[in-house]
């Protein structure tokens, strides 16, 4: 065992409260989750940031240490990464997104370029016992709770944010709609269901006005995946449910073909069916007719408005409208008619 001072400390580590003196061992399970110390080998001019535990962003420079943790990555705008099947100290890993993730990357896209290459430098010790000297692989699940596998939400609508990838604009109409909603006098929670760690996009609900969120990472899980994203969207569901929010709004990170998870979450009749309202987020049109008929044949789901910048001008929408018979506003340029759609499904459940 042996110390080490901390440069910065990744948000996906958050679970663990870590300190920035840390302690190191040698011995590395390799299972998602475990807390890695790393020194930055690298310097690159784009993407280079990392969330810290506090929630701000921090750029990285060649040399930081940093605490992260092992997981896996497939981002068709960023890495395909995965959890090295062994590791020693000096050897080299990269890290796979801002939250701090960290494995082996596969491939890269190129707007985002070679990612960092680091020198594990340790395994980031937990000691669980009171005053013990012993100290055991940190892992951010050691203390999350078991998964709900049942699903009670008092009655609380939900609103749906889903894409056709990443990029296609889930966060900016997920805040448009908290940030109307509350202006409307309604109390909104929400969540991320899907996707890699990283808090910027539920840090950013709160700041439009939400009044709890939740993320996937909150329960131990770095990358999700089809095996546990449904019992990640209950627990969410049923713990901000609990507080008796007017509106729950859900996040569906990545997009209907990617391998986090969204087709097993939307392939559950109890989640779809607590689905008030389905927001499709799209790229382009011909994503946004494909967004569709993947929801209506495969999930028996009818969005009900497209948005994203497929939206962003006439030349989409009247495409969009005229092939789909769907209503498409976009988040940015008209946000109180895109709440206004959302209010009148909202107000047809609570008459019901």
Request: with cysteine; net charge neutral; charged share 20%.
């Given at each position: 065992m042996?110390?080490?001072?901390?440069?910065?400390?990744?948000?996906?580590?958050?679970?663990?409260g870590?300190?920035?003196?840390?302690?190191?061992?040698?011995?590395?399970?390799?299972?998602?989750?475990?807390?890695?110390?790393?020194?930055?080998l690298?310097?690159?001019?784009?993407?280079?940031?990392?969330?810290?535990?506090?929630?701000?962003?921090?750029?990285?420079?060649?040399?930081?240490?940093?605490?992260?943790?092992?997981?896996?990555?497939?981002?068709?705008?960023?890495?395909?990464?995965?959890?090295?099947?062994?590791?020693?100290?000096?050897?080299?890993?990269?890290?796979?997104?801002?939250?701090?993730?960290?494995?082996?990357?596969?491939?890269?896209?190129?707007?985002?370029?070679?990612?960092?290459?680091?020198?594990?430098?340790?395994?980031?010790?937990?000691f669980?016992t009171?005053?013990?000297?012993r100290?055991?692989?940190?892992?951010?699940a050691?203390?999350?709770?078991?998964?709900?596998?049942g699903?009670?939400?008092?009655?609380?609508?939900?609103?749906?944010?889903?894409?056709?990838?990443?990029?296609?604009?889930?966060?900016?109409?997920?805040?448009?709609?908290?940030?109307?909603?509350?202006?409307r006098?309604?109390?909104?929670?929400?969540?991320?269901?899907?996707?890699?760690?990283?808090?910027?996009?539920?840090?950013?609900?709160?700041?439009?006005?939400?009044t709890?969120?939740?993320?996937?990472t909150?329960?131990?899980?770095?990358?999700?995946?089809?095996?546990?994203?449904?019992?990640?969207?209950?627990?969410?569901?049923?713990?901000?449910?609990?507080?008796?929010?007017?509106?729950?709004?859900?996040?569906?990170?990545?997009?209907?073909?990617?391998?986090?998870?969204?087709?097993?979450?939307?392939n559950?009749?109890?989640?779809?069916?607590?689905?008030?309202?389905?927001?499709?987020?799209?790229?382009?049109?011909?994503?946004?007719?494909?967004?569709?008929?993947?929801?209506?044949?495969?999930?028996?789901l009818?969005?009900?408005?497209?948005?994203?910048?497929?939206?962003?001008?006439?030349?989409?929408?009247?495409?969009?409208?005229?092939?789909?018979?769907?209503?498409?506003?976009?988040?940015?340029?008209?946000?109180?008619?895109?709440?206004?759609?959302?209010?009148?499904?909202?107000?047809?459940?609570?008459?019901?």
């Amino acid at each position: 065992m042996r110390a080490v001072l901390l440069d910065k400390v990744a948000s996906v580590t958050l679970n663990c409260g870590l300190r920035r003196d840390a302690r190191l061992g040698d011995i590395y399970p390799c299972i998602e989750g475990d807390v890695i110390a790393v020194r930055v080998l690298t310097s690159k001019a784009n993407y280079n940031a990392l969330e810290l535990a506090t929630g701000r962003m921090s750029t990285i420079k060649q040399g930081d240490i940093l605490a992260g943790a092992l997981g896996h990555r497939n981002a068709l705008q960023g890495y395909e990464g995965r959890i090295p099947a062994k590791l020693k100290t000096g050897d080299t890993i990269n890290l796979l997104n801002l939250g701090g993730v960290l494995g082996e990357c596969i491939s890269y896209s190129p707007l985002v370029g070679a990612p960092h290459e680091c020198e594990v430098i340790g395994a980031v010790l937990d000691f669980p016992t009171l005053g013990s000297r012993r100290g055991v692989p940190a892992n951010i699940a050691s203390k999350a709770p078991s998964l709900d596998t049942g699903l009670d939400l008092k009655g609380v609508p939900v609103i749906a944010v889903i894409g056709t990838c990443m990029n296609s604009g889930k966060t900016e109409a997920c805040l448009t709609i908290v940030q109307q909603l509350v202006r409307r006098g309604m109390r909104v929670a929400g969540a991320k269901a899907t996707g890699v760690s990283l808090r910027r996009d539920v840090l950013a609900m709160e700041d439009a006005g939400a009044t709890k969120t939740l993320v996937f990472t909150d329960f131990g899980v770095v990358t999700t995946q089809r095996s546990n994203a449904p019992g990640l969207t209950r627990t969410m569901l049923n713990a901000l449910a609990t507080d008796k929010p007017d509106v729950l709004i859900l996040e569906l990170g990545d997009g209907l073909l990617g391998n986090y998870g969204v087709d097993a979450i939307l392939n559950e009749a109890d989640i779809r069916g607590a689905m008030t309202a389905v927001v499709l987020a799209a790229t382009d049109p011909v994503g946004a007719w494909g967004g569709l008929e993947l929801l209506k044949l495969r999930h028996s789901l009818t969005p009900t408005l497209i948005t994203g910048p497929a939206t962003d001008n006439g030349a989409g929408t009247e495409v969009i409208e005229r092939e789909t018979g769907i209503p498409c506003i976009n988040a940015r340029h008209n946000p109180a008619a895109l709440a206004n759609e959302l209010m009148k499904t909202l107000e047809k459940t609570l008459v019901n």
